[in-house]
C-alpha cells in the first residue's frame, strides 16, 4: 500500500473514500516545520541559510507517517495545489529524509488535484510529478523576508515606541491604508448642495418624476445650487414657467453576468450579503473544499474548465429553458496581475448539486449557495432592457428637466443572482436607474403636480470592511490569495485596528506605528515598492528570479535602515510623529487659531504622549500642575463627550459636605477610557475620578449619576454574620460586590449604584460557594471522538466557547459560530494548542535527570548537566520577539 498524506483529517477523510483500501491515507495537520521563534533563525551573513524545526505538535504526525513508511515503499505527497501546498510536501519530505523514514529506494510523488472528487484524485494519481522547486524557493524566499522585517524591525518598534507590539511586510501596507482613510475622513469638510425634484403629470393624468439639470439655459454643475436661497429661486423659476416634453429617447440595452468567483471577489460578495469576516469566509470554504464540494478556494483565476461549462449551460437549459442558454460559453480572461497558480475559478465540483439538495452547516450552506449561483450565472444570457430618457423644457429654454426610467425586457442571468445585493431584493421592474416610467409623448404639455428643493452635503470617504480593503489591496497589487484572510486577522489581533459595525477603525497603536513607519522605513511600507516586490516574489515562482539574489538586494537597503534608526531616543521619535500627526491631531480653525494651546491652564502646549501600555493620547506640556489629557483625533464622539460639564457638586465619603465648595463635575476620555472628574489638579492634588464601567452609557450620564459614582465606594449593609460590611464599587475588572476577600463581580453595570443587601448576599454567597472548586460544567455538544480517543466537546466559558479534548482546552476563534463548529475543526484547534501543554508536561520530567546525579560524589559535576541545558533552552525563548507574519 502507498502512504498519501494530505494536510487535514477531513481531506484524509473524504480522500480514503475514493482510494479505497490499496491506500493509507493520513494528516499532517498542516505545517510540521518551521522557523524558530528567535533572533537568528534566518542568516543573512551565511547566504540566508533557515534553520528549521518540527514543531512539537508535528512530531507525532511525522512519527504516524514514518511508522506507515516501514511497510509501504511508496510515498504519495498530496498536499494543497498552491505554494504553501508545495512547501508543506517539501518539508514532509525533508523531515522524514532526515529521521531515514524515506530511504534511496522509497518512491515520492507529488500529486494536486483543484477539486477533492474521485475523477479529479483518480487522474491526479494516474499523473504524478516531482516536488516543484521553483513554488518552494517562492515560498522560502517570502518567510525569509516575512521573517527578518517581524524579527529585525519589531524590536525596534519596541524600543523607540512604547507599547508596540511588531510589524510586518505586508500587514504594516494594509494598516497604512486603514489610517490613511481614517486622516482622510478626519480632514473632509463637508459642503452643502441642493437638487429640485418635480413630480409631473401627462394630460392623462400618469405622475411620474423628474429632476432639475438646466437653470438660466445653463446645465448645472453639482455645487451650482449651493444654498437654501439658490434652491428657492430654481423652484420659483419652475413655478413661473410652463412646462413641456421636449425630447422622449428610448435604447436597447443589456448587462453581462458577472465572472466566477476568485479568492477576493467571493469574500467581498460573502462581506456584502452575509456580513462574513474573510477568515470566516476562508474556514467555510475549506470544509465544502475538503468535502469535495467546492473547487480549491484559494485563487486568481476566473476561467472554468471546459466539463465545467458544458455542464453549467445542461443545468440552465434543465432549471430555466433554452433562452437562458447564451449561444456560445461565456469565456473570462484574468485581469489580476498575476496568476501565480493557474488555478481555475471558485465554482461546485458538481454543477447539477443544487444547495436545497445538499444539508450542511449554516455558514457553509449561505457560501456554497452563493458559489453555485455565481457559477451558473456566470454561464447565463445577458439581461436585457430598455431604457428611457424624458427631457422637459421650458418654452424660454431657461429651464429643463429630466426623467429616466428603465424596465427589464428579459431577466436573463438575473433569474439566479445578481451582484451586491441580496436575491430577494431583486425587482425585475425596477432598477438603480429609475423605474419604469409612463407612455410618455414629445410635444406634450406637463403639469407641475409638486416642486420640492433637497439639501445634501458631501459625504466623507466611507470607511473599509474587510472585504473593500481586499479590494483595495488587490487593485494595489498587494497581498495574494492565500495571504489576505491572515493579513486583516493580524492587524485586528494586534489592536491596530478594531472591527465596529464591519467597519476598520485605527487604533491608537496602530496610528503610532504606520506614522512612525512612514517616517522612518518609508521605502517598506510603500505601496508600489510592496506591489513590486510582490511582482519579483511571482517571478521567482516562474523561475525567472534567483530567491537568495532577490534577498540580497532587500537585505542591503534593509539593514541599512535598521541602522540609522540605532540612535533615536524616545522623545526624538514621539517629537516626529507630533509634527506629522500635528494636523489632524491640532487642525485649524478660525474660531481656534492656536489649538495646541492648552483649554485648562492655558500655558503648557498639547503634545503626543504614550502610557506605560502604548496607548497614545494629547497631553499638557505644563505637566504635573496641569493634568489635562484628551484621546488622539477621530474620535467623535470623544470629541464631544470630552470635557463635557454636568454640573456642579461636592462629595465627602456617603455624605454630601455642607460646608464644601461645589466643583465642576466632568466626562472625560482617558487612555483607559471614559471616567468622571470632580474639579481640577490643584499644586500637588490629584482630582477625585471615577471610570465609568463598560455597558453604562457616557452620553446618558447625568449630575446626579456621576456623583453616585464618584462616592464609591458604596456600603450596601453589614452582613448578619460577622458585622463587617458589604460594598459595591468599581475596580480593574469592573463593577462589583464586596465582602471581607470574597469579590463578586456585577454583570449590569448599573447595579453598582443601585444593588440591595438581599442581592448582593445572593452573590456574595454563590462567589464564594465556588471558591473551594468548580462545580464540574456541563458541555453544550459532544463533538464526538478524537482521533487519539476521548471525548471532543464544546463548552461555554467565561471569556466565551472553547472545544476540550482531556486536559487540552482550545478557544473557539470570534469568527465561527458556537453551534457551527464541528469535530474537524476542533481537533484541528485542540492540535494548535495541545504543545504548551506537552512543553509544561516535558519539564515536569526533570527529577529523572536528579536520580541519575545520585550516584557517586565523583560524577556530582555530571548533575549540573540537566540544568544548564534547561537553562540554555529557556534563555533564547525569553528574548523572542513576538511572531513575525506568515503568508
Known amino acids: 500500500m502507498a502512504v498519501v498524506v494530505v494536510e487535514s483529517p477531513a481531506k484524509a477523510k473524504t480522500i480514503n473514500k475514493y482510494l479505497g483500501p490499496g491506500y493509507t491515507v493520513l494528516a499532517s495537520y498542516g505545517h510540521v516545520r518551521d522557523l524558530p ?73 507529488r ?111 453639482r455645487y451650482d445650487l449651493g444654498d437654501e436661497a439658490a434652491a428657492s429661486r430654481a423652484v420659483a423659476a419652475i413655478e413661473a414657467r410652463d412646462l413641456s416634453v421636449s425630447a422622449v429617447e428610448s435604447k436597447p440595452a443589456t448587462r453581462n453576468p458577472a465572472a466566477p468567483f476568485m479568492t477576493s471577489t467571493l469574500q467581498q460578495e460573502a462581506s456584502r450579503k452575509f456580513g462574513f469576516g474573510a477568515r470566516q469566509t476562508m474556514n467555510a470554504a475549506q470544509r465544502l473544499y475538503e468535502a469535495g464540494y467546492i473547487t480549491y478556494m484559494r485563487t486568481d483565476g476566473i476561467d472554468m474548465a471546459p466539463e465545467a461549462v458544458m455542464s453549467a449551460r445542461d443545468v440552465i437549459k434543465n432549471r430555466y429553458g433554452e433562452a437562458y442558454v447564451p449561444k456560445s460559453p461565456r469565456m473570462y480572461k484574468n485581469k ?36 453555485w449561483k455565481r457559477s451558473v450565472a456566470s454561464q447565463m444570457e445577458a439581461a436585457r432592457f430598455e431604457r428611457t430618457t424624458i427631457d422637459i423644457s421650458s418654452p424660454d429654454g431657461q429651464v429643463g428637466l429630466r426623467a429616466t426610467g428603465q424596465v427589464v425586457t428579459f431577466d436573463g442571468f438575473l433569474k439566479v443572482y445578481t451582484e451586491g445585493r441580496d436575491d430577494d431584493d431583486i425587482t425585475l421592474s425596477d432598477d438603480d436607474e429609475g423605474g419604469r416610467l409612463p407612455q410618455i409623448i414629445s410635444g406634450e404639455s406637463a403639469e407641475k403636480r409638486q416642486i420640492t428643493p433637497d439639501q445634501h452635503f458631501t459625504q466623507p470617504p466611507p470607511r473599509y470592511t474587510e472585504a473593500t480593503l481586499v479590494k483595495r489591496m488587490e487593485e ?94 524616545i522623545t526624538e521619535v514621539l517629537d516626529k510623529i507630533n509634527e506629522v500627526l500635528e494636523p489632524h491631531l491640532f487642525p485649524k480653525t478660525p474660531e481656534d487659531p492656536e489649538p495646541r494651546r492648552c483649554k485648562v491652564c492655558g500655558l503648557g502646549l498639547l503634545s503626543l504622549k504614550t502610557s506605560r501600555n502604548g496607548s497614545a493620547f494629547i497631553g499638557c506640556s505644563n505637566y504635573p500642575e496641569c493634568r489635562y489629557t484628551r484621546p488622539l483625533a477621530g474620535d467623535a464622539e470623544g470629541s464631544a463627550l470630552d470635557g463635557k460639564v454636568l454640573g456642579q457638586g461636592t462629595i465627602g465619603g456617603a455624605v454630601l459636605e455642607a460646608d464644601a465648595e461645589p466643583q465642576d463635575v466632568t466626562i472625560r476620555k482617558g487612555p483607559y477610557g471614559y471616567y468622571v472628574q470632580l474639579g481640577e489638579a490643584k499644586d500637588d492634588t490629584k482630582p477625585r475620578r471615577t471610570s465609568i464601567p463598560k455597558g453604562m452609557d457616557p452620553d446618558a450620564l447625568d449630575l446626579e449619576r456621576a456623583l453616585a459614582l464618584l462616592s464609591l465606594p458604596r456600603e450596601v449593609g453589614i452582613h448578619p454574620e460577622d458585622g463587617q460590611p458589604v460594598e459595591a464599587s468599581i475596580g480593574r475588572f469592573g463593577p462589583y460586590v464586596k465582602h471581607g476577600k470574597t469579590y ?42 478524537h482521533p487519539d480517543g476521548g471525548e471532543v466537546a464544546l463548552y461555554e466559558g467565561r471569556y466565551g466557547p472553547y472545544v476540550k479534548w482531556e486536559k487540552v482546552n482550545a478557544t473557539v476563534p470570534k469568527e465561527i459560530e458556537p453551534e457551527a463548529v464541528t469535530l474537524e475543526q476542533a481537533v484541528e484547534l485542540i ?57
Request: overall charge positive; proline content about 5%.
Open 336 to 371: 489580476a496581475k498575476n496568476a501565480q497558480e493557474a488555478h481555475e475559478c471558485i465554482r461546485p465540483t458538481d454543477m447539477a448539486a443544487h444547495p436545497d439538495t445538499l444539508r450542511l452547516e449554516s455558514d457553509q450552506w449561505k457560501l456554497y449557495d452563493l458559489v
Open 476 to 569: 494595489l497589487g498587494i497581498g495574494r490569495p492565500s495571504t489576505y484572510a491572515s493579513i486583516v486577522s493580524t492587524i485586528q489581533e494586534r489592536e491596530y485596528v478594531r472591527k465596529d459595525k464591519n467597519r476598520l477603525f485605527p487604533e491608537d497603536k496602530g496610528r503610532l506605528v504606520t506614522a512612525f513607519l512612514a517616517n522612518y522605513f518609508g521605502r517598506y511600507v510603500d505601496y508600489d515598492f510592496t506591489a513590486d516586490l510582490e511582482t519579483d516574489l511571482d517571478r521567482v515562482t516562474t523561475g525567472e528570479e534567483d530567491w537568495k539574489a532577490l534577498l540580497a538586494r532587500f537585505w542591503a537597503h534593509f539593514s541599512a535602515a535598521l541602522g540609522e534608526t540605532e540612535g533615536l531616543r
Open 37 to 109: 521563534p528567535k533572533d537568528g533563525s534566518v542568516d543573512p551573513e551565511q547566504n540566508f541559510e533557515m534553520k528549521w524545526e518540527v514543531a512539537s505538535d508535528s512530531a507525532k504526525h511525522i512519527r504516524a507517517i514514518a511508522e506507515a513508511l516501514k511497510d509501504d515503499s511508496k510515498l504519495i505527497l498530496a498536499t494543497d495545489p498552491d505554494r504553501e501546498g508545495e512547501a508543506i510536501s517539501w518539508h514532509l519530505l525533508e523531515a522524514l529524509t532526515g529521521r531515514k523514514a524515506v530511504k534511496k529506494d522509497t518512491a515520492v510523488e
Open 744 to 785: 463578586a463581580n456585577l454583570k449590569d453595570p448599573e447595579e453598582v449604584l443601585t444593588i440591595g443587601m438581599n442581592r448582593a448576599m445572593e452573590l456574595i454567597a454563590q462567589k464564594a460557594a465556588r471558591g473551594s472548586g468548580r462545580a464540574a460544567v456541563k458541555p453544550l455538544r459532544v463533538l464526538g471522538e
Open 111 to 221: 500529486v494536486v488535484f483543484n477539486a477533492i472528487t474521485k475523477s479529479a484524485v483518480t487522474s491526479a494519481m494516474e499523473n504524478p510529478r516531482e516536488i516543484d522547486m521553483e513554488l518552494v524557493d517562492a515560498y522560502l524566499a517570502r518567510r525569509a523576508l516575512d521573517y527578518l522585517v517581524g524579527f529585525k524591525l519589531s524590536p525596534v518598534l519596541w524600543r523607540k515606541l512604547p507599547g508596540s507590539r511588531s510589524a510586518g511586510r505586508v500587514q504594516s501596507v494594509a494598516l497604512r491604508l486603514i489610517v490613511e482613510r481614517e486622516m482622510e475622513i478626519e480632514a473632509f469638510r463637508a459642503r452643502e448642495y441642493w437638487t429640485v425634484k418635480a413630480i409631473l403629470a401627462t394630460p392623462r393624468g400618469d405622475t411620474y418624476e423628474a429632476r432639475l439639470v438646466s437653470l438660466d439655459a445653463k446645465k448645472l454643475d
Open 831 to 887: 492540535a494548535a494548542k495541545a504543545p504548551k501543554k506537552k512543553t509544561a508536561a516535558k519539564r515536569k520530567a526533570a527529577p529523572k535527570a536528579k536520580t541519575a546525579a545520585k550516584k557517586p560524589a565523583a560524577k556530582k559535576p555530571a548533575a549540573k548537566k540537566p540544568a544548564a541545558k534547561k537553562s540554555a533552552t529557556k534563555t533564547p525563548a525569553a528574548e523572542t520577539p513576538a511572531d513575525p507574519e506568515t503568508e
